[in-house]
């Protein structure tokens, strides 16, 4: 178990490795984060989805809460699903359009 200081940094590559299973992208490039504050011993993730009728909701809110916990120290893990804003493509990463050839 990692015993370095909680930082924002490591939040943020541990949720790089959870991917929507639908589209085969993290959730970071899918711009489904929408916030992370950690302070002292506490992390909190404001996540959504691309869609609320999304069958995989529950399994990728799981994926993130495991993914922080494999990275970070002993912590108290909220990960919320929130819905505004809503999620549009607009908020994906130049990198995530590119590679779904949506790019503006």
């Known amino acids: ?3 370095a200081p909680l ?4 939040v943020w590559e541990a949720l790089r490795t959870v ?26 993730v404001r996540m959504t989805l691309t869609s609320a009728a999304c069958p995989m909701g529950a399994s990728m ?17 909220d990960v919320e699903l929130v819905w505004d804003p809503p999620w549009t493509p607009a ?3 130049l990198q995530a359009k590119q590679s779904l050839g949506w790019e503006e």
Request: aromatic share 2%; hydrophobic share 45%; proline share 8%.
């Open 19 to 44: 991917n929507d299973p639908e589209v085969g992208m993290n959730v970071v490039e899918l711009g489904l984060v929408y916030g992370v504050h950690v302070q002292a011993d506490r992390v909190r």
């Open 7 to 10: 930082d924002e940094h490591r």
């Open 91 to 93: 908020l994906m990463s």
């Open 61 to 77: 809110v799981e994926e993130a809460r495991e993914a922080l916990a494999r990275a970070l120290p002993p912590a108290d893990i």
């Open 1 to 3: 178990m990692p015993t």
